[in-house]
């Protein structure tokens, strides 16, 4: 038997499995199901639909059914044909919204009902009857974010998973994957080929990133990390026909990070040593594109790939190490934005940087109190080694700036780096540093528009002593642990040059629980957010 790609190709491949949820009316298309119409409206507006409708409709929703709207959250009602008792139409109702008491109450930075409201829609396909094509109209979301937040909601990593499992290992799989066929039966959405084409763009990088950080990792070791990245580079839909683009990917692995030369990265050597098998050998993955245009600005992206951290020698307890498979979300992010950054096209170089390692814990380990020697020459003391995303972080950062002549005009990190971010904005929030006011306050922007929500913290320069040694140039991180997001940013702002725009990114990339279009699991945090600034900055 011909066994399936592995968990990071398998992931890139099959990126558009929402597509069955959908319906493109067509003229060859013969529909063999009826359309159902939606209606969405909030409380408010309720009393106004229901005197627009017939007699009949009416009595039959206040007095047969007696239906009185949640003003607190969604309700959903079928209406039937008097006649054949069919069904003719879906009201929903999506609360009470006062925009000018929620600025009262929570004030002028608060996230929005607005930006909030248009993801209860994918939560509808749970709710409605299976067998129909729905159209939804409404004033309250835009077509498009109606449609992403449907096909964000289909995600179902188990399926994936025992799909995956089936065909890669036949006689351990326990449980038959769910058929494609069956998709078929649930509820579709009604949209138009465009609307699909764009939302390739952004529901496909998403899954992708998904299923990365949700692999277990013993599958998605930095080997499978790397194949990602390389099945990226050679998917035929992301590369134009005339290529026009050339995408090249080039890797360092093991000692030669050691080796002087361009595959010098000794903190990503010294972090990920500690393993005994060849697809957990620490590597750095760069993936190029488009850089013979130099009129072109370049944007690099650079992702921490810890695709499982024990904390090394300062090992983590039980619970904090539990869920330390989605230690490589940074790269998840990464890779879920370079995706979209090629299939839309856009006018822009871009380097991707991966740094894939596993933190693990053997005799030739990195320990408290050794000094690393980064790839530009600074010391750093290890005050504790399971502070390492930003060891390697630093390495990747230092080589996107290095060469003068091929400067970027953006570089932006991702990384799940500290559970301080955590503590200070929650695990739905992801924290943001960045070097510049004005680019700080677009990426807000695109933040809240997106619905990817991400928060500003401050580069306060007051907690640089918190970083002193007195053996090296500076400390991993602080002794005490207070503003844990801050001085981490503070030790990777000294790899980047001064005059360089910088944006780090420290986020959870994991949704602890599920919410409409964000299912629990693996979540790429972030990433729509700066695609949506990329968008704005650098638009064709």
């Not at 692995?253 to 990503?268: A, H, K, M, R």
């Not at 650079?302 to 090992?315: H, N, S, W």
């Not at 990195?366 to 530009?376: A, H, M, T």
């Not at 540093?433 to 580069?459: H, V």
Request: include cysteine; proline fraction near 6%; charged fraction near 20%.
């Amino acid at each position: 038997m011909t066994k399936s790609p592995s968990p990071g190709t398998h992931s890139i491949n099959s990126r558009y499995r929402y597509s069955s949820r959908f319906h493109i009316p067509s003229e060859s298309n013969t529909l063999s199901v009826p359309i159902i119409p939606i209606d969405a409206i909030t409380t408010n507006e309720f009393p106004d639909w229901l005197s627009s409708q017939p007699e009949i409709t009416q009595k039959y929703i206040s007095h047969t059914l007696k239906f009185v709207p949640n003003t607190k959250g969604i309700s959903v009602l079928s209406i039937l044909t008097p006649d054949s008792l069919e069904l003719s139409r879906i009201l929903v109702t999506l609360g009470t919204k006062d925009e000018e008491q929620m600025q009262e109450t929570f004030g002028p930075g608060w996230i929005s009902q607005e930006s909030e409201s248009w993801w209860m829609f994918g939560s509808l396909q749970s709710v409605l009857p299976n067998g129909y094509i729905y159209s939804i109209n409404t004033k309250h979301a835009s077509p498009y974010n109606i449609a992403l937040s449907w096909a964000l909601s289909v995600y179902d990593f188990k399926t994936q998973f025992n799909q995956f499992n089936s065909v890669n290992f036949p006689s351990q799989t326990t449980e038959t994957p769910e058929l494609s066929s069956s998709a078929v039966e649930r509820p579709k959405l009604l949209i138009d080929s465009e609307i699909l084409s764009k939302l390739d763009i952004e529901a496909a990088g998403i899954f992708c990133g998904r299923d990365l950080i949700n692999y277990p990792a013993e599958y998605l070791t930095p080997f499978e990390l790397e194949s990602a990245v390389i099945a990226l580079s050679q998917d035929p839909n992301l590369i134009p026909d005339d290529k026009s683009a050339q995408v090249h990917v080039h890797s360092f692995i093991g000692d030669d990070l050691i080796q002087p030369g361009q595959s010098y990265y000794p903190q990503v050597h010294a972090v990920g040593r500690a393993v005994d098998r060849s697809n957990s050998l620490p590597r750095v993955v760069w993936m190029e594109y488009n850089m013979d245009k130099t009129e072109l600005p370049l944007v690099v992206l650079i992702g921490k790939g810890v695709c499982f951290d024990t904390g090394g020698l300062d090992l983590k307890p039980a619970t904090g190490m539990r869920n330390m498979k989605k230690d490589m979300g940074g790269a998840a992010c990464v890779i879920s934005t370079a995706h979209m950054i090629l299939l839309s096209r856009l006018g822009v170089r871009m380097k991707v940087g991966i740094c894939c390692v596993e933190n693990a814990v053997q005799g030739n380990a990195f320990r408290p109190g050794d000094v690393l020697i980064s790839r530009n020459g600074i010391s750093t003391e290890i005050e504790n080694t399971d502070a390492e995303g930003r060891l390697i972080l630093a390495d990747a950062l230092v080589a996107a700036c290095e060469n003068e002549d091929e400067m970027p005009d953006l570089v932006i990190d991702f990384a799940t780096l500290t559970g301080a971010q955590r503590v200070a904005l929650g695990s739905e929030i992801g924290g943001v540093f960045c070097t510049n006011l004005k680019l700080m306050q677009e990426l807000e922007k695109a933040s809240r528009i997106s619905g990817d929500y991400l928060w500003p913290l401050p580069l306060y320069p007051g907690y640089e002593s918190s970083l002193k040694s007195s053996i090296a140039d500076t400390k991993n991180c602080a002794a005490t642990g207070l503003g844990g997001a801050i001085s981490a940013a503070l030790y990777l702002r000294k790899f980047v040059p001064k005059n360089t725009q910088w944006i780090h990114l420290d986020i959870n990339g994991f949704n602890n629980s599920s919410r409409p279009g964000r299912p629990e699991g693996g979540e790429p945090m972030g990433s729509r957010a700066i695609f949506h600034l990329l968008s704005s900055l650098y638009s064709n």
